[in-house]
C-alpha cells in the first residue's frame, strides 16, 4: 500500500452475469444500455464453431437488427480497428457486442473508441487519452483467459511499427460483461491452456504490482487458487463444465486484479513478441513467467511464498527463499502438465515462425517503453530484459 499520498483507483463494468445460461440475456441487455442495432466484433473461428450463430439467433428470436464483423485476427491490428469502424458507420449501427477472446474484445473496444472519439486507433495509444464514452458495449466471452471482457484494457497492433499499443482507457471498460461457461465448452486444450495460463499470468503480475492493494491482493489470489484447482481438468475434458465454470471465475477475478493493479514485464516483453511474430499472447505469457518471476522474486519473496501455497506447494520447514522459489517451480509444472511450449524457440516453431537471437535488442527497446512493464517490482535494465529473453529461447 502507499506510504505516501496517492488514490487508487478500481474499475470494472456495472453490471457482470456469470454462469450457466448467461448468453440469454444479451438481446436484452444491449436493450437496457440503449441500443438497437449491434456490430458484433468476432473472428472466423467463432463463426466456423457455430458460436456466432447462437448469439445472432438470440438477436432474431427478439426481432433486433445486427451487423457481424468477424475479421478480426488472433493480433488485432490497427487496419482491423478502422474495418470495423467502417462496418459500424456503413450499417448505422448504434451498439456493440464483442464475442470471443481477448482479440475480439479489443478489436471491439478500437472500434468504439475511434467511433466515439474521432481520429485514428493510434490517437488513443497511452491511458485515458479518450474523451467521449463508448457506444453501448455488451462483451461476450468465450475464453478463460484475457479477462478483456471487463478490462480497462485494448492491445492493438500497430501493423507500421510492429508493435503493440497498450491503450489504457476506463472508458473502454465493457458496460456489461458476460462469462457463459456453455460457450467455452468447445474450446480446443491448446487454446483453453494458453488462455488459462495467461490469466495466471494476470492474477501473479497483479499480486507482486508496486500499485497492488487489499482489494486486487483478494482477487489475484482467489485466481491463482482457482486457477491451478481447475485449469488441468479443464485442459483434459472441456466438457467438465465444473472446471469450465471455475475457470471463468479464475479469469474475471484475475481481470479484477490486474485491470486495477496493472501488470509487469511478462506483458511488456509478451507484447513485443505478438507485435514482431505475431505469436499467440497466452503462450507468451507462460513462456515468460517464470523467467520474469525469478527476476523479480527478490523483489516479493513473501507474495512468490503465498503464490506457491496457493499453488499447493508445501512449504512448511523451507526457508523463505526456497519456498518462494517454489511459486516458480508450480508455474512451470503447471504450464508443462498442460502442453506450453517449453521455450520461445519451440513456440515460433509450432507456429512457422523463426524467433531469433537477433531480434532481442530491437524487443528489449519496444519492451521498455511497453505501460504495462511500470508498474514491476523490479525495474529491469536493458541488460536484464535482453537476459530474460535468451533464457526464454
Same mark, same amino acid.
Given at each position: 500500500?502507499?506510504?505516501?499520498?496517492?488514490?487508487?483507483?478500481?474499475?470494472?463494468?456495472?453490471?457482470?452475469?456469470?454462469?450457466?445460461?448467461?448468453?440469454?440475456?444479451?438481446?436484452?441487455?444491449?436493450?437496457?444500455?440503449?441500443?438497437?442495432?449491434?456490430?458484433?466484433?468476432?473472428?472466423?473461428?467463432?463463426?466456423?464453431?457455430?458460436?456466432?450463430?447462437?448469439?445472432?439467433?438470440?438477436?432474431?428470436?427478439?426481432?433486433?437488427?445486427?451487423?457481424?464483423?468477424?475479421?478480426?485476427?488472433?493480433?488485432?491490428?490497427?487496419?482491423?480497428?478502422?474495418?470495423?469502424?467502417?462496418?459500424?458507420?456503413?450499417?448505422?449501427?448504434?451498439?456493440?457486442?464483442?464475442?470471443?477472446?481477448?482479440?475480439?474484445?479489443?478489436?471491439?473496444?478500437?472500434?468504439?473508441?475511434?467511433?466515439?472519439? +474521432?481520429?485514428?486507433? =493510434?490517437?488513443?495509444?497511452?491511458?485515458?487519452?479518450?474523451?467521449?464514452?463508448?457506444?453501448?458495449?455488451?462483451?461476450?466471452?468465450?475464453?478463460?483467459?484475457?479477462?478483456?471482457?471487463?478490462?480497462?484494457?485494448?492491445?492493438?497492433?500497430?501493423?507500421?511499427?510492429?508493435?503493440?499499443?497498450?491503450?489504457?482507457?476506463?472508458? @473502454?471498460?465493457?458496460?456489461?460483461?458476460?462469462?457463459?461457461?456453455?460457450?467455452?465448452?468447445?474450446?480446443?486444450?491448446?487454446?483453453?491452456?494458453?488462455? +488459462?495460463?495467461?490469466?495466471?499470468?494476470?492474477?501473479?503480475?497483479?499480486?507482486?504490482?508496486?500499485?497492488?492493494?487489499?482489494?486486487?491482493?483478494?482477487?489475484?489470489?482467489?485466481?491463482?487458487?482457482?486457477?491451478?484447482? =481447475?485449469?488441468?481438468?479443464?485442459?483434459?475434458?472441456?466438457?467438465?463444465?465444473?472446471?469450465?465454470?471455475?475457470?471463468?471465475?479464475?479469469?474475471?477475478?484475475?481481470?479484477?486484479?490486474?485491470?486495477?493493479?496493472?501488470?509487469?514485464?511478462?506483458?511488456?516483453?509478451?507484447?513485443?513478441?505478438?507485435?514482431?511474430?505475431?505469436?499467440?499472447? +497466452?503462450?507468451?505469457?507462460?513462456?515468460?513467467?517464470?523467467?520474469?518471476?525469478?527476476?523479480?522474486?527478490?523483489?516479493?519473496?513473501?507474495?512468490? @511464498?503465498?503464490?506457491?501455497?496457493?499453488?499447493?506447494?508445501?512449504?512448511?520447514?523451507?526457508?523463505?527463499?526456497?519456498?518462494?522459489?517454489?511459486?516458480?517451480?508450480?508455474?512451470?509444472?503447471?504450464?508443462?502438465?498442460?502442453?506450453?511450449?517449453?521455450?520461445?524457440?519451440?513456440?515460433?516453431?509450432?507456429?512457422?515462425?523463426?524467433?531469433?537471437?537477433?531480434?532481442?535488442?530491437?524487443?528489449?527497446?519496444?519492451?521498455?517503453?511497453?505501460?504495462?512493464?511500470?508498474?514491476?517490482?523490479?525495474?529491469?535494465?536493458?541488460?536484464?530484459?535482453?537476459?530474460?529473453?535468451?533464457?526464454?529461447?
Amino acid at each position: 500500500m502507499a506510504i505516501r499520498e496517492e488514490v487508487y483507483g478500481y474499475f470494472i463494468p456495472s453490471v457482470t452475469l456469470i454462469g450457466i445460461g448467461a448468453a440469454q440475456q444479451i438481446p436484452a441487455k444491449i436493450k437496457d444500455l440503449g441500443g438497437s442495432k449491434p456490430l458484433i466484433v468476432t473472428d472466423k473461428g467463432i463463426t466456423g464453431a457455430g458460436i456466432t450463430k447462437q448469439i445472432t439467433d438470440l438477436l432474431d428470436e427478439a426481432k433486433m437488427e445486427y451487423v457481424v464483423y468477424d475479421e478480426t485476427i488472433p493480433n488485432p491490428t490497427d487496419n482491423n480497428v478502422h474495418d470495423g469502424v467502417d462496418a459500424y458507420k456503413a450499417n448505422n449501427c448504434d451498439s456493440l457486442i464483442t464475442l470471443g477472446g481477448g482479440s475480439s474484445h479489443d478489436c471491439g473496444k478500437g472500434v468504439g473508441l475511434v467511433v466515439a472519439n +474521432g481520429g485514428k486507433i =493510434h490517437d488513443f495509444e497511452g491511458v485515458d487519452m479518450s474523451t467521449k464514452p463508448m457506444p453501448p458495449y455488451v462483451a461476450v466471452n468465450t475464453t478463460a483467459g484475457t479477462a478483456s471482457e471487463m478490462t480497462r484494457f485494448c492491445i492493438i497492433t500497430d501493423t507500421s511499427r510492429k508493435v503493440k499499443m497498450a491503450i489504457v482507457d476506463w472508458r @473502454v471498460t465493457p458496460g456489461i460483461a458476460l462469462d457463459d461457461p456453455l460457450l467455452m465448452m468447445g474450446m480446443p486444450p491448446a487454446l483453453t491452456a494458453a488462455t +488459462g495460463m495467461d490469466a495466471l499470468t494476470h492474477a501473479v503480475e497483479a499480486y507482486v504490482s508496486t500499485i497492488a492493494t487489499p482489494m486486487t491482493d483478494s482477487a489475484a489470489e482467489k485466481a491463482i487458487e482457482l486457477i491451478a484447482q =481447475h485449469l488441468r481438468p479443464a485442459v483434459a475434458n472441456g466438457q467438465d463444465i465444473v472446471a469450465r465454470e471455475g475457470m471463468c471465475y479464475a479469469q474475471y477475478l484475475a481481470g479484477m486484479a490486474f485491470n486495477n493493479a496493472s501488470l509487469g514485464h511478462v506483458h511488456a516483453m509478451a507484447h513485443q513478441l505478438g507485435g514482431f511474430y505475431d505469436l499467440p499472447h +497466452g503462450e507468451c505469457n507462460a513462456i515468460l513467467l517464470p523467467h520474469v518471476s525469478r527476476f523479480n522474486l527478490i523483489a516479493k519473496v513473501d507474495r512468490f @511464498v503465498k503464490i506457491a501455497q496457493l499453488m499447493g506447494e508445501n512449504t512448511d520447514g523451507l526457508s523463505k527463499r526456497d519456498a518462494a522459489e517454489l511459486a516458480l517451480d508450480a508455474i512451470m509444472k503447471l504450464s508443462a502438465d498442460v502442453g506450453i511450449p517449453s521455450g520461445l524457440i519451440e513456440l515460433g516453431k509450432r507456429y512457422g515462425k523463426d524467433v531469433k537471437a537477433e531480434d532481442i535488442d530491437t524487443m528489449t527497446g519496444n519492451a521498455q517503453k511497453d505501460a504495462c512493464g511500470f508498474t514491476n517490482p523490479r525495474t529491469p535494465k536493458d541488460a536484464d530484459v535482453i537476459a530474460i529473453y535468451k533464457a526464454a529461447l
